[in-house]
């Protein structure tokens, strides 16, 4: 295969409406040749690979709601970046482009705020029980809540570690990539929850702290007199180096606390959003294997919610069964059609 002449992507499907995929992938080293390609369609490419996600009508508009935000987002942030880059004279822009990029980034901003509250109207109008659930909880806003309905699937995420290798958070900084692998997380929820993050880290030392901020003080506190041994970066030196916690830059060991604070915040989410979905509820990493004692439950930290009666669980499984039927008859007919039209 090496040998063969690798294919125009852009020559066999100039709409870009098609997916160019190839039988056999790239990890067997398949290329884009004449003979390892074939044009499918974008919802039957993601299928193929596993990776796409049939959600019910209101998961689904509140996920194009977040995808709008993302995408009003990074426009917003690309203005007002290029205006920075002008006033800390590392980049030259014309007057006029100058005043028109800061009344895009006005405008980008107003509207931002009108779509968030979009969003927080069709988060509530769902009326879910998780919702209720993870509103209660003090320091959390709407749209994080919201990020995180949108993006997880609850039903697969069988354990809390599967939440947080899905965000990217199972894994420290330096680890998350690696060369020529796909992986490292959800980035549009990581940056949410780092948003999140700062809210929650300012809100300690008020009168009414977040109840997750007291992991992050904790953290840091404890990471400041460690002589546990972690890789860091070095302002002055290339690559990784090994180091005590207690003698890393301030910056890591804030980076550490932040990740130690949220994945606390998405183990109690994942566990709260299982039990009133039915699902079950593996103990925890650290009380199943480690022993540990003492782990503090979601009702501690804020969280207020009804586990389901033993016949609402059956209720909800069965109605997981109804869908999974559902959805397995509109794929083989989906499959039939595709077949009849390729003879």
């Not at 995420?157 to 599967?162: E, I």
């Not at 916690?245 to 990740?259: E, F, L």
């Not at 009666?309 to 059956?314: A, F, L, P, R």
Request: aromatic share 8%; with cysteine.
């Amino acid at each position: 295969m090496k040998n063969k002449k690798t294919i125009n992507k852009k020559a066999i499907n100039p709409d870009g409406l098609m997916d160019v995929h190839r039988p056999t992938p790239k990890t067997e080293g398949g290329r884009y040749t004449e003979d390892n390609h074939e044009l499918l369609d974008p919802v039957d490419h993601m299928k193929h690979h596993g990776i796409y996600r049939e959600r019910e009508e209101k998961f689904d508009k509140l996920k194009t709601l977040i995808d709008g935000r993302e995408h009003l987002l990074k426009t917003k942030n690309g203005c007002e970046n290029r205006i920075l880059a002008m006033k800390r004279n590392v980049d030259c822009l014309d007057p006029i482009i100058a005043e028109f990029l800061a009344e895009q980034a006005k405008s980008l901003k107003k509207q931002m705020d009108i779509h968030d509250r979009r969003i927080t109207k069709h988060l509530k109008d769902m009326k879910l029980p998780i919702i209720d659930a993870a509103l209660s909880v003090r320091g959390i806003g709407a749209i994080t809540v919201a990020y995180i309905l949108s993006y997880v699937d609850i039903e697969k995420a069988r354990y809390a570690s599967s939440m947080w290798a899905y965000v990217g958070y199972d894994k420290s900084s330096d680890e998350r990539y690696n060369k020529g692998e796909a992986g490292g997380g959800n980035q549009n929820l990581r940056t949410r929850l780092f948003a999140t993050a700062g809210s929650i880290i300012k809100s300690t030392g008020t009168e009414n702290p977040s109840p997750y901020a007291e992991v992050y003080v904790n953290c840091k506190r404890d990471l400041s007199v460690s002589n546990k041994i972690t890789k860091t970066r070095l302002t002055n030196k290339k690559g990784m180096h090994e180091m005590a916690w207690k003698d890393v830059q301030p910056s890591h060991r804030h980076g550490a606390a932040i990740r130690k604070m949220m994945k606390h915040y998405l183990a109690d989410f994942w566990y709260v959003w299982r039990t009133v979905e039915g699902l079950e509820t593996p103990m925890l990493y650290p009380e199943a294997k480690l022993g540990h004692k003492g782990i503090v439950v979601p009702e501690e930290r804020g969280w207020t919610y009804n586990t389901p009666t033993k016949k609402q669980i059956t209720e909800l499984k069965s109605f997981r069964k109804y869908k999974a039927k559902l959805q397995l008859k509109d794929d083989e007919v989906k499959e039939k059609k595709t077949s009849n039209n390729n003879k």
